[in-house]
């Protein structure tokens, strides 16, 4: 009988528990959205980095100073300018990336605004969920406790009337 109990109060604390679990899992899928928005910000930064270098080369070439030590600055200085054309359809190629990468940024602006919004309703969700799942379970957990110790109370009861007829 009471070992029956026993397991009875084993198996609802594990239930218990494995309520518990669940959050732990959802912390981890947290933060591995919070590391795609990591990488998104990271792709962000690189394209907007990548766009003020090619215009800093546009504007390089349409004028026809290099204000930095760079490959270009040194091939120009070990071999010559370049023909007025080639440099007419690199501005060209420039320019074309340059749209190309404003697009890009805008469209990675817009994608990232959205998962934020998209990954704070989810958020906002959980919380509420949470609170009432934790509070059901941590009530839940008092009431087996409760019950578990008047189990022990009758048990010891028991053992005190046996005890005292002997």
Same mark, same amino acid.
């Given at each position: 009988?009471?070992?029956?109990?026993?397991?009875?109060?084993?198996?609802?604390?594990?239930?218990?528990?494995?309520?518990?679990?669940?959050?732990?899992?959802?912390?981890?899928? +947290?933060?591995?959205?919070?590391?795609?928005?990591?990488?998104?910000?990271?792709? +962000?930064?690189?394209?907007?980095?990548?766009?003020?270098?090619?215009?800093?080369?546009?504007?390089?070439?349409?004028?026809?100073?290099?204000?930095?030590?760079?490959?270009?600055?040194? =091939?120009?200085?070990?071999?010559?300018?370049? =023909?007025?054309?080639?440099?007419?359809?690199?501005?060209?190629? +420039?320019?074309?990336?340059?749209?190309?990468?404003?697009?890009? +940024?805008?469209?990675?602006?817009?994608?990232?605004?959205?998962?934020?919004?998209?990954? %704070?309703?989810?958020?906002?969700?959980?919380?509420?969920?949470?609170?009432?799942?934790?509070?059901?379970?941590?009530?839940?957990?008092?009431?087996?406790?409760?019950?578990?110790?008047?189990?022990?109370?009758?048990? %010891?009861?028991?053992?005190?009337?046996?005890?005292?007829?002997?």
């Amino acid at each position: 009988m009471y070992a029956s109990s026993i397991d009875d109060i084993l198996e609802d604390e594990e239930h218990y528990a494995d309520q518990l679990k669940e959050y732990l899992f959802y912390a981890e899928a +947290l933060r591995a959205v919070c590391r795609k928005h990591e990488l998104m910000q990271y792709d +962000l930064e690189m394209a907007a980095q990548d766009l003020a270098s090619k215009k800093q080369q546009c504007e390089e070439l349409a004028t026809g100073t290099v204000r930095t030590f760079s490959l270009k600055g040194m =091939t120009t200085k070990l071999f010559g300018q370049e =023909t007025p054309e080639q440099r007419e359809a690199r501005i060209k190629v +420039l320019e074309e990336q340059i749209n190309e990468g404003e697009q890009q +940024l805008k469209s990675k602006n817009l994608e990232g605004r959205e998962f934020v919004k998209n990954a %704070w309703t989810d958020i906002e969700r959980f919380k509420e969920q949470k609170n009432r799942d934790l509070k059901e379970a941590l009530i839940s957990y008092a009431v087996m406790q409760i019950s578990m110790c008047k189990k022990g109370i009758q048990v %010891w009861t028991n053992a005190k009337e046996c005890f005292s007829k002997m």
